[in-house]
Each structure stands twice: as C-alpha cells, then as structure tokens.
C-alpha cells in the first residue's frame, strides 16, 4: 500500500465518518421533530426497538440530551425509514433500492450515503486508486450540492464546499494516522474461519466484525427453526454486473436444508441468504453451509478476482438495516492493484439460528456454502487468486469434492443396496446406561469453553478445547491434571496408545500428534485440506479431508484414499473392517472400499456431532439439537434414545465409549458439564 493511496483513503474517510452523519443528522433535524419527542416515540416502539443493538439503544438515548448529534449514518438511515416517512422526501422506487444515476431525489442520496458509507467501512485495506478516489468526490460534491438545496444552505458554507475542501486539503501524518485508525475500529473485524474450496492452493477467509459478533449472540434467543438474513461480500470481482445476473439465475443450486439464497446484487457482487438459526448458532455447521455455497458459486460462475494473491469477503447482517464491517488484513496480505476499481459480490442468505451453538457447526456450515459456490463452475477462471478472504456480518434486508471419487455409478449401486435394506425402527436396545459420575471442568462460572471432542483413556480424560486452543486433560473423577496448549484450535480427536493422541485442527489443515505424559507435541501433520474426523486404527490415521477419507500413516504419509456416502461427511469411527460416519441427519456404516453396508435416516434426527462404537458394533451418536445420544444396532435396524437433556445434556459436542470398562464418556459444548455412564448389555432381545 503506498503513501498516495493511505492519504486518499484518509480523505475519504473525513466525509464518510464526519460529513456524512451530520448531513443525515440536519435532514432529521430539518423535520421539525424534537429529539426528545422521537426518543419518546421509539421508546414505545416496540417492534423497532428489538431491531437495535446495544449501541444503537445507547445512541437513542443521547437524544434526550444531545438532541441528534450523536446519531451515526445506520441509525439514522433506520430512523428515516421508520419515523420520518411523511416528512422526508423517500427514493422513487422504495427504500433499500440501489439509486441509478438519474434518480437524484433526497431518498436515493440517503441510499448514496448509507451504501458508500457501508461499502467503505469495510473495505478489505486502506488501497483508493486514483479513479475511484476522483469518482467519490464527484458523486459526494453533486450530493452535497443536492442536499445543501434541499436544506437552504448557502452555497459558500455548505456541505458541498467542505466536501470539496476534504479533496485537496493537505493532511499531515499523524492526522491521517488517526483517520484510517477510525475507519479500521469501526468494526475491529478479525478473521473467524480460514479452509479450501476445492481448487488446489485456493482459500477462502471469512471474516467477522463485533456487530455481527453481538448479532448472533442476539439469535440465540429466537426460535432455531427461525431464519437470519444475512449477506456475504465478495470483493474485487471482475464483470461483477454479468456475475449478478449468472449468480441470480442459480437460486435452486445454491439452496439447502438450513441456507435459502435470496438474491445478488452489485457493487461488491452481493449475495442475500437466508439461514436457519439453529445453523447460524452452531460454528461448525454455518462454516459449512458457507462454504459449500461459495464453492458451487466460484464454480457456476467463472468468477474472476482482481487481487491475485488475496480474495476478500464479507458476511454481513442483512436484516431491515444493517452495519457492514472493515476487514484488518494481516501483515502478509500482498498483491499490487488498488481495490476499490473491480467489483464486489455480496451474497444475501438467511440461516437456522442453530448453526451458531458451536464452532463445529458453524465451521460446517460455512465450508459446504463455499464449496458449493466452487462446485459446480469454473472455479479455476472464477477466483483467480490463491486465498479467498470473506467477511460475516448481520444483513439488511452439495458440496464438492476435491477429488470425485464417487461416480454416479457407485452411487447408484450405494442406493440400490440400501433401498433393499429393510427400514430401521425405534426398539428396546439391549443397552442400558447407568450414571457413573457428573463433574465440572470449568474452573469458574465466567470462565469460557468450547468443547468439540473428548476422549477416555484409561484414567485419563482428554477434550479438545476449541476457543483456547488447548487440550484439557483430567482424571476420571473430573479433576483436572492439566492443560497443553496448542498453536490451533483442535477440533477431532483420536487415541493412539494409552499415552498419545492426534488432533484434527480442521481449519488449519493440521493434524497434530500429542503426547499427554510430557505435555508435548510430538509430530506436525501438514493436511491437503482442511480435516475433520479423525480415527486411529491398524498403525494408520483415517481422516475426513474435503469429503473423503485420507488412509495414511503417522508420518503423513498418504497411503490410499476412500469415498464417502455423502459430501458432508465430517466425523467418523473404524472399526472391524468397517467405518461409521455422519453428516447432520444421517448415520452410515461402510466397508472399507467405501460400499454403503447401512444407513440410519430419521426426522427426529436434525444435529449429529460425533459418534463412537463399543466392542459389539453398537453405534452411539450425539444430536445437538435434541439434546440426547442414540444408540443404533450393528445392523442399522434398531435404535433408541438412552441419555437426554433430563440426564443433563445441552449441546452435547462430545462421546466416546471406553471399550476396556464400558463407559461412556459425554461432554457438553459450553457449559463445563461432562458424565461418565456405566454401559450394561444383554446379548438377548427382548
């Protein structure tokens, strides 16, 4: 980034973060309304109050006492939409429509605001050419000439001459340090998910600023089967109008169970979603989501990006209206065109509020969304840069293979056996759990954990501490030896003797070999992509990667590789000559050439997370949506639920069966909650 494009930046910044609120603070000024008397009349809105953060409530408030101006550009946009229908003039078309150039009315200048101010904010880096720099002067002078009309402003003190004062006025650096240090705290948005799609040497980086933090933290009390709008900015595209138009036309290859595409628009290229909300509160399952759809996007539409060694996106809130954040690109970010010049693309969606209980479903779902994008097109041509970087933020208004393995023939011999499987039903199991003992790993109350995994080994209990980037290691009675800390955040996790483990650190496409005694990591597994369930068996590692099954041994080194029943795969158990795995609804049990032995698919099934087995082939799984574990037969045939939320379960993100002592292990996601369960069998049915 050169000196030249950080002073355009800061001078562009002077009129988006200072012009551009009081220009919207005079037009609701000029109304005549008293700011006390708006306060009172939000206040008894209620409707339109449960649609404001924190901050924005803390912003309402200030009108009892600094009358507008403490109102920023977004809450004054709503206010407008919402209060001053009669007073303000509106666009000629309708709120939220994107003004062309000959609509020069009040209402489409407000729209000219907010959407700058928007798309400014969060930009991917401080990087103005030239053009674009000399094209927001223009726009923002006319505007401000239009504005200055329409509020009786003398030309000679308006807002169009400070505008045009910003252009040439001189900065020095500590000033301009100060301006692009208040564009980047707009947001503070950090890099949440980083993971392949499906083109070698490809990523996509998606980021998160702390509206939308705070704005799922808000779904978590809304109804999970409930939707979240929201939108996904793709940055730097070029023939961004022609993408619009292909990407609108992919509505139905682009939908799934917890994600409905809404619509593309310009400028970024911007895409409107809709998403379940059970899947938006569930990390792992929204990452997936996200990223199936971007792979079939990337893919369907030969998208090319202008940045070569970098993409940025953006997820963003797209309720009514919303707040877009800035990208802080890591130090390394390189590439030598000015952004800004290329189009954008923002994806508008909405999801199941619960893909945003856990990391490991949100994670799911944001992978399976881009590999969608990717696909079903030229994804080569379409992304034209080695790492992709996406943006999450609360809005406005299948997956691929890295390899297909899986032809169309083996899928139709994978169907037809089991179409020939007889269906399974509800049964009294000969299984029976007795509880053993209930602990607390949390050291306090306020402290925070996020487990994905556990495992059991002898007196030893493990679990993967996903938001400390740390193992937790207790004894059986729940106390806690110790932690190891770890450079990733793990994921899965497997045994490999008494005294060792692997972890899948899925997004880092690391799996990492821990030895518990010494606290230490012993080896460093460098992954082709980003790898999910992880099991141990014969001297070799069985990994999830992209959908298929990794064979390889404790070096790394790849030995074969197995197709999976389904592409949204992602955690898996082998044992006898055979492996179990599931996707969210269904449990599959495969030889090792990949042949589908059985399947378990029912509707009271919504959210699996890991499954184990015991020594007779019995298969038992998590729902984190209800809140139980299952046990199925070896056959697939029978089924039933043996611990549910009654027994203490919420969210349950861990199981593990110790086939020395019949125990089963469970652990909760967030709450510090693990049990311990005494497995008893009879070997007749009754």
Known sequence: MTSVDKNRCAKCSMVVLEVFPMIMQDLMAQTGTQAKSLYNAIMRNAPFKRKLNKSELDMVDTLQTDEYTKIDVSLSYKIIVNFFQLSIPPPSRQWGANPIDTEIGIGEDIERIRRERNRFVHRVNANISEPTFETFFVTFIEVGKRIDAYLKKPPNNGYAQTVGKYKTCVLDPEIEKKLLDARADIEQLEEKYRFDIGIPGKEIHIFVGKSTEAAIEKNKAEKEESYTKLKIIIHEVDDSEEVVKLI????????????????????????????????????????????????????????????????????ASAAEEFEEPTINLPDKTTGTSSMGDKGHVVVNFEVKNKIFHSPDSFNRTLNGFFKTLVMKGKGQNLLGKTDVYAELVKSEKEAAYAQTLTSEENTTTTADSFAQAQTPVKYNLPVSVTLRQQFNIKKSENEIQNICSCIKTGNTLVLTDWSNKRLIICNSDGTIINHIPLFYPPWYITELDSDTVAVSCTNDKTILIIHISTRSVTSTIKTRGNCDGISYHNNNLYVVIWSIIHVMDLTGKLIHTIPLPSADIYDITVERGRFVCIDDTSIYCCSFDGKLMWKLIKENIQDLRRVTTDNEGNVYVIDAYTDTVLVVNDDGQHYREIITKSDGLVKPSGIYFDKNENILFVCNYSDGKAFLFDVKKQHNLT
Do not use: P
């Open 248 to 315: 609108n036309s992919l509505k139905e290859d682009l939908n799934s169970e917890n994600m409905n595409f809404k619509g593309a628009e310009n400028g970024s290229i911007i895409l409107f979603i809709d998403v379940k909300n059970r899947v938006v509160l569930d990390d792992g399952l929204f990452q997936g989501e996200v990223s199936t759809f971007i792979q079939i996007l990337f893919k369907l539409c030969n998208l090319k990006c202008n940045f070569h060694t970098q993409t940025y996106a953006v997820i």
